[in-house]
């Protein structure tokens, strides 16, 4: 079966969006292969989003296929804290962005509900929370030029500036340029001093996901994808990191993990994270192409503390979204905003040289120094955070401290430009690439964009056994 029919079948030509009901559907167990079985055995690196989407595919064409996963769990960066809360409290991934695409159709596929979180975001201005509408009223201009840009990101074709530059360039007044980096590059995981503006606007023109954010109010995104991918669950060999992949024999693949147990071989999908690749936590023998490699330092994967706190009742506005601070955190967000009645909690990311500040501190430091900025923004009698502030609902998670993660998401650094198709160029057409960081439609660093990114890889590998 050749190529186009493939992708016909597949349905990978389609919009992202529209991918997912038609794998399951069109590719359920029990529907024949496309070809005749393929004799060898593909090995899947990590079991992410990007491999547990990888692997699904792969085994609707009777392939034979396994995923070695370093962790004792699925999932990687979409990952579940214990049940503190009355709703899923996500360590990792917890927004769906955008109606449109393969991760919110397969959800809603599950009968999962989804809330859409309205926009209502809160910025501090000079150390003092105000909505947008009453900036504007104002009007605070340096607010409103921030805003502008914002909006107008996606037509930026200027030079190839960090996101900061770019910001001094168009003249946005200091004290508002938290505007642009806690909406921009907060949740992107970076800070706008190493993120490429034109990286952030070739995305947003790229980006074919659908509009809106939302949570998933019943179900963690764990428990999501455990269910959207409960075929290939007993595929999964856990607690086997490889750190080593030996294909100098041009027939067989040779990994080994960190027992000194070896899996052999024909081709590989690897998933792990950039941070991973660049830790040089996998060994290659030969020594991986330059091509591949070079890509790496024009991407970035910046440090990433999550942290959740929790008070007794909420200091803020009850229908703020979203708090914009110069803090530790740049952007605070409200996960139970439409999923409980009470909305007593904040969670933030705190990223890059936010997070570069924080180390070496402990979690009750970093709790104190994030409540003290809280303090000042809500100053009644001394300090409403801290004196509403309920320690035991709260938690601090660092990504970066996570050995087979090592931070939080991609993005593009300057000159980053098509960075993500090099690094993602097949290897012999026996290596293969999948992951956010590998994304190409402008949605690297989320959940969609790993599974698009399994998507590709798989097509790559479909084109070489299924033809051979
Ligand atoms: C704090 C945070 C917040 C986020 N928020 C959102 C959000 O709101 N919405 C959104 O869509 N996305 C969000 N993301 C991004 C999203 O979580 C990721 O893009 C996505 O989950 C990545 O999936 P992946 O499969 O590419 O990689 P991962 O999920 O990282 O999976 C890679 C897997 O490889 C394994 N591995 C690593 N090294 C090895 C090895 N040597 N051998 C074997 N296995 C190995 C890891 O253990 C891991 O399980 C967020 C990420 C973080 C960290």
């Given at each position: 079966m050749k190529r186009r029919e493939i992708l016909q079948k597949l349905a990978l030509a389609v919009p992202a969006g529209m991918m997912f009901p038609s794998l399951i559907n069109s590719c359920a167990p029990k529907d024949p292969p496309l070809q005749p079985v393929y004799e060898g055995k593909v090995i899947i690196i990590g079991a992410g989003a990007a491999g547990l989407h990888a692997a699904q595919l792969i085994k609707n064409q009777n392939v034979s296929v396994e995923i070695l996963e370093a962790s004792s769990l699925y999932g990687g960066r979409v990952k579940i804290n214990d049940p503190f809360f009355d709703f899923p409290q996500e360590?990792?991934?917890d927004y769906i962005y955008g109606n449109s695409n393969i991760w919110y159709n397969g959800i809603k596929d599950k009968g999962i509900t989804l809330e859409e979180i309205p926009k209502k975001g809160s910025f501090v201005m000079d150390g003092v929370p105000a909505f947008e509408a009453d900036l504007i009223a104002q009007p605070d201009n340096d607010f409103i030029n921030a805003q502008n840009f914002v909006s107008n990101l996606i037509n930026y074709n200027g030079p190839d500036l960090t996101l900061q530059n770019a910001v001094v360039s168009a003249q946005i007044a200091q004290r508002a340029h938290h505007v642009v980096e806690g909406q921009v590059a907060t949740p992107a995981g970076a800070t706008y001093n190493n993120m490429s503006v034109k990286g952030i606007s070739d995305n947003l023109k790229n980006w074919d996901g659908g509009e809106g954010r939302y949570f998933s109010t019943n179900q963690s995104l764990v428990q999501v994808l455990g269910s959207l991918y409960n075929d290939v669950l007993s595929l999964i060999k856990f607690n086997t990191p490889i750190t080593n992949i030996d294909y100098t024999d041009p027939t067989n693949i040779i990994l080994t993990d960190g027992d000194g147990n070896t899996h052999e071989c024909t081709r590989v999908i690897l998933t792990v994270p950039l941070a991973v690749l660049k830790s040089n936590a996998i060994n290659f023998s030969p020594a991986l192409p330059l091509v591949n490699t070079s890509a790496w330092n024009r991407i970035g994967m910046s440090g990433g503390i999550k942290v959740t706190l929790s008070f007794i009742s909420n200091f803020w506005d009850k229908s703020t979204t979203a708090i914009y601070t110069?803090?530790?955190?740049r952007q605070y967000y409200v996960p139970g905003i439409v999923r409980t009645n009470s909305n007593r909690v904040l969670s933030a990311l705190i990223v890059g040289d936010q997070a570069d500040a924080l180390i070496g501190k402990s979690d009750e430091e970093i709790v104190q120094l994030l409540l003290a900025d809280l303090d000042a923004i809500y100053p009644a009698q001394g300090g409403k955070a801290s004196k509403e502030f309920?320690?035991?609902d709260s938690y601090i998670f660092d990504?970066?401290?996570?050995?087979?993660?090592?931070?939080?998401q991609s993005y593009l650094l300057v000159?980053?430009?098509g960075a993500a198709a090099q690094m993602s160029t097949p290897i012999q057409d026996r290596i293969f690439w999948a992951g956010e960081a590998t994304?190409?439609?402008?949605?690297?660093?989320t959940v969609q964009g790993a599974m698009e990114s399994a998507d590709r890889a798989a097509l790559e590998l479909f084109d070489v056994i299924l033809e051979s």
């Open positions: 360590q990792g991934a110069e803090g530790y955190a309920n320690e035991a990504w970066s401290k996570q050995e087979y993660i090592k931070g939080a000159s980053g430009t994304a190409l439609n402008g949605n690297n660093a």
